[in-house]
């Protein structure tokens, strides 16, 4: 098959591919292409030949015919042989797609309402990757934001990083909503699934910086979670790897800590921020779906009512399971002592961990 389609750099067609998957798919996307140009060639011109040559015009008659058992064998056989012959390989693709056997390295990949969540099974680690571009900027109502340039909407604060020639292996999952982990230059594009595990797999050819989307309708910010695969030299991804695992190891909270609420509110604002802005507003005045939690019955009410709706999830807002039982306490915790609330309680880490069970 020829590996033409993709000369173009995904300017009519799709984009370099990065790996044998993704051009075994390019690839066929030619072939499967160059059987319909031939059969639209050979059925319209079979009919347009036919009536032209047979046109009234030029003195011929309409004829009356019934059944040819010869020609209603070949209108059968012939589209079964053409569909075999595209199956073959289109078969092939995809069951190399779904061959996961054998990864040198495997990633649990979660959708969560709007971003992705990475954790990196085999070293220990974990991170979330957020669109990096502020709102503002991209909403950008006054003009007078900075200068987006071409990638303002596929920017994360973190890409997933992987090492160059290396069989990675992708578990998808979702926190909520169904999502789907797509990059085009890798070939790959696999649904994530509240409840279930999906696999799927690429190996990157070359080092470099490459970007996909969420390509599952989730929601309000669908357009807002974008995909960002760093590729690295082994030795560089080595090193990344070990400067993540002592970053990990640094920032990581001791579930038996006692915090006082000044501790709480200070680290809920940065939790609140990264993670609830977007749909509540930076002052708690909320629109839309998203109701305010300035005097809201939840922000002032029982906490642990607070804490469910947090941890469960309601109506537009998705359940925060991802967040760390610190986080949920500080940002409970900064809900109900800023944002226009002074209700004055806090809650501690222990106690968002027992009522997660």
């Known amino acids: 098959m020829p590996a033409c389609t993709y000369a173009i750099d995904g300017k009519y067609t799709f984009q370099t591919p990065q790996t044998l998957i993704a051009r075994d798919i390019s690839d066929l996307h030619a072939w ?13 011109g079979v009919m347009f030949y036919s009536i032209f040559k047979h046109r009234k015009a030029s003195g011929h008659k309409a004829r009356h015919f019934h059944e040819n058992t010869t020609v209603e064998v070949l209108w059968t056989l012939i589209p079964a042989v053409i569909l075999v012959i595209m199956a073959w390989p289109a078969a092939k693709v995809v069951l190399a797609q779904k061959d996961t056997r054998d990864a040198e390295l495997t990633i649990k990949a979660t ?38 340039d071409a990638h303002y909407l596929l920017e994360v604060t973190e890409p997933l990083v992987v090492p160059v020639g290396t069989k990675v292996r992708i578990l998808a999952t979702s926190n909520d909503v169904i999502h789907s982990w797509g990059v085009p230059a890798f070939g790959v594009k696999q649904d994530a ?4 595990i999906r696999d799927t797999w690429f190996k990157a050819e070359k080092e470099g910086t490459f970007r996909g989307q969420c390509v599952e309708l989730c929601g309000r910010d669908h357009g807002f979670m974008p995909i960002v695969v760093q590729v690295l030299s ?13 970053e990990a190891k640094a920032a ?74 610190t986080e949920i306490a500080a940002v409970v915790t900064y809900e109900r002592n800023a944002l226009g609330n002074s209700v004055g309680d806090f809650i501690q880490p222990k106690d968002v961990k027992a009522a997660r069970k």
């Open 32 to 44: 499967i292409m160059a059987v319909i140009v031939v059969i639209f060639i050979a059925v319209f």
């Open 252 to 325: 990581a909270d001791d579930p038996n800590k006692v915090w006082v609420r000044d501790e709480l509110i200070a680290r809920g604002k940065t939790v609140y921020e990264a993670n609830c802005a977007a749909c509540h507003k930076s002052d708690g005045a909320g629109g839309g779906a998203f109701p305010a939690l300035t005097g809201s019955k939840i922000a002032n009410g029982p906490i642990a009512a607070h804490v469910g709706i947090v941890l469960s999830g309601k109506g537009a807002m998705p359940a925060w399971q991802g967040l760390s039982d």
């Open 111 to 148: 959708g969560y309402q709007w971003f992705w969540g990475y954790d990196y099974l085999d070293h220990g680690f974990g991170f979330k990757s957020k669109l990096a571009t502020p709102r503002n900027q991209i909403e950008d109502y006054h003009r007078d934001s900075k200068q987006k």
């Open 193 to 196: 699934i509240p409840g279930f």
């Open 234 to 246: 082994k030795d560089k991804f080595a090193a990344w790897v070990e400067q993540k695992q002592k």
